[in-house]
């Protein structure tokens, strides 16, 4: 039998398993690089987070990733390079935290890497008549990282999740249900990365069919996008000052919202492709705001986040939604974001991740541990009925080092 064949049975039988998960969200600021220990695997999954750093990207790295993210028209051949120089980059990374935490390469029994999403096209919103099915493409090869760090790689998760009937994301009803279900309290887990997403886990013991996760409309991409915009030294805004120094435009925050993406049916996703730049110069054009101030642009694209998670929420929870929410992702650093987002859902109970032990930005990163946890040791997880379309499914293409 293959070597590493042998191996991965092994480690499935292994009481624990010590995995590094990856994450490159569309905000580009750098490789979120998480060390877990993952005992056991199901609802009696324990984690233990080791080390966790972000490696910030250069501004080549962003420049080389922005030539192909979610544009309707790129380089073939650059697209085609870009796919292995990024899986050599971020198996370099994480050599250089494994080296940093002195620990050795022989030492970890698997890397699952998320890759770089540059296009997410759900059917409802590319509407391609030739095409009737949902797609995604992530880059930065599995086998690439696989070679390069010496570890069994798993990757290239989202793909499993639409062949079984998904659309590719969110997928984080998985790790959220197996990793942080209460029996004392309903929960709200609230992604606030580039597009904002919320996982809902009813109590633990309660009908696991209830459980689902669904976008709600950008998050920070269009913010950072418009601050790059006005101010192209600047990859966001810090602390959300400038947000904070503006006032919201009604008119402008109507014309945002009228967007069909906001009244469709959950579960739903959506991705920069659609939430960028033309989305709002086409809203601002009927609003009559395109020499409306950076600062309240920014507080009317803060409100619209805000609205996106409140609206859905009370499509599914009703009009006063009373739910302890649990926020992650750049979104929970924001205050002028987490005010909103307080004035919008007020019977709402607002904290981060960190109160139940997982660190907000390093959150999205062992999620994707945990999928690799159960692809190797774990069973299909069955959660969120028909309609939610989570499938029960192991997700992860695996990649051999030899």
Same mark, same amino acid.
């Given at each position: 039998m293959n070597?590493?064949?042998?191996?991965?049975?092994?480690?499935?039988?292994?009481?624990?398993?010590?995995?590094?998960? %990856?994450?490159?969200?569309?905000? $580009?600021?750098?490789? !979120?690089?998480? #060390?877990?220990? /993952?005992?056991?695997?199901?609802? &009696?999954?324990?984690?233990?987070?080791?080390?966790?750093?972000?490696?910030?990207?250069?501004?080549?790295?962003?420049?080389?990733?922005?030539?192909?993210?979610?544009?309707?028209?790129?380089?073939?051949?650059?697209?085609?390079? %870009?796919?292995?120089?990024?899986? $050599?980059?971020?198996? !370099?990374?994480? #050599?250089?935290? /494994?080296?940093?935490?002195?620990? &050795?390469?022989?030492?970890?029994?698997?890397?699952?890497?998320?890759?770089?999403?540059?296009?997410?096209?759900?059917?409802?919103?590319?509407?391609?008549?030739?095409?009737?099915?949902?797609?995604?493409?992530?880059?930065?090869?599995?086998?690439?990282?696989?070679?390069?760090?010496?570890?069994?790689?798993?990757?290239?998760?989202?793909?499993?999740?639409?062949? &079984?009937?998904?659309?590719?994301?969110?997928?984080?009803?998985?790790?959220?249900?197996?990793?942080?279900?209460?029996?004392?309290?309903?929960?709200?887990l609230l992604n606030l990365g580039g597009i904002a997403n919320f996982t809902y886990l009813p109590r633990a013991g309660q009908d696991a069919s209830a459980a689902f996760s669904t976008d709600t409309g950008p998050g920070n991409t269009l913010l950072d996008a418009t601050v790059r915009a006005h101010h192209p030294m600047l990859a966001y805004d810090e602390d959300g000052r400038l947000a904070s120094a503006g006032q919201v435009h009604a008119g402008l925050l109507t014309e945002l919202l009228a967007h069909p993406f906001f009244a469709a049916p959950l579960p739903k996703t959506t991705g920069p492709e659609l939430f960028g730049p033309a989305y709002l110069r086409s809203a601002q054009e009927r609003s009559d705001t395109l020499t409306l101030g950076l600062a309240d642009t920014l507080a009317t694209l803060t409100e619209l986040s805000a609205v996106g998670v409140a609206q859905a929420a009370r499509q599914v929870f009703g009009s006063e939604p009373a739910l302890a929410v649990y926020a992650s992702g750049g979104g929970a650093h924001n205050p002028a974001l987490q005010a909103a987002l307080r004035r919008q859902l007020p019977a709402c109970r607002f904290a981060t991740t960190e109160q139940l032990g997982i660190l907000p930005d390093a959150k999205e990163a062992i999620l994707f541990a945990l999928l690799a946890n159960e692809a190797v040791a774990g069973q299909p997880v069955s959660l969120g009925a028909g309609r939610q379309r989570v499938p029960a499914v192991s997700m992860g293409k695996i990649s051999l080092p030899g």
């Amino acid at each position: 039998m293959n070597s590493y064949l042998t191996r991965l049975y092994s480690m499935a039988q292994q009481p624990s398993r010590r995995i590094v998960g %990856l994450m490159s969200g569309t905000s $580009l600021d750098g490789l !979120d690089v998480a #060390l877990c220990r /993952l005992h056991g695997h199901g609802t &009696a999954t324990r984690l233990e987070l080791e080390h966790f750093a972000t490696v910030p990207y250069s501004n080549e790295v962003r420049r080389r990733i922005r030539e192909v993210f979610a544009g309707g028209q790129v380089s073939l051949e650059y697209l085609t390079l %870009l796919h292995p120089w990024l899986g $050599l980059l971020h198996g !370099d990374m994480i #050599l250089q935290c /494994l080296q940093e935490w002195q620990v &050795a390469p022989a030492a970890v029994d698997l890397v699952a890497s998320h890759g770089q999403t540059v296009y997410h096209a759900p059917q409802h919103q590319h509407q391609h008549p030739d095409f009737p099915l949902n797609a995604t493409l992530q880059l930065g090869d599995g086998d690439h990282v696989s070679v390069r760090t010496g570890i069994i790689t798993l990757s290239d998760f989202r793909q499993k999740h639409i062949a &079984a009937g998904g659309e590719g994301a969110p997928l984080a009803a998985y790790g959220d249900y197996l990793l942080l279900s209460s029996t004392e309290e309903e929960r709200l887990l609230l992604n606030l990365g580039g597009i904002a997403n919320f996982t809902y886990l009813p109590r633990a013991g309660q009908d696991a069919s209830a459980a689902f996760s669904t976008d709600t409309g950008p998050g920070n991409t269009l913010l950072d996008a418009t601050v790059r915009a006005h101010h192209p030294m600047l990859a966001y805004d810090e602390d959300g000052r400038l947000a904070s120094a503006g006032q919201v435009h009604a008119g402008l925050l109507t014309e945002l919202l009228a967007h069909p993406f906001f009244a469709a049916p959950l579960p739903k996703t959506t991705g920069p492709e659609l939430f960028g730049p033309a989305y709002l110069r086409s809203a601002q054009e009927r609003s009559d705001t395109l020499t409306l101030g950076l600062a309240d642009t920014l507080a009317t694209l803060t409100e619209l986040s805000a609205v996106g998670v409140a609206q859905a929420a009370r499509q599914v929870f009703g009009s006063e939604p009373a739910l302890a929410v649990y926020a992650s992702g750049g979104g929970a650093h924001n205050p002028a974001l987490q005010a909103a987002l307080r004035r919008q859902l007020p019977a709402c109970r607002f904290a981060t991740t960190e109160q139940l032990g997982i660190l907000p930005d390093a959150k999205e990163a062992i999620l994707f541990a945990l999928l690799a946890n159960e692809a190797v040791a774990g069973q299909p997880v069955s959660l969120g009925a028909g309609r939610q379309r989570v499938p029960a499914v192991s997700m992860g293409k695996i990649s051999l080092p030899g």
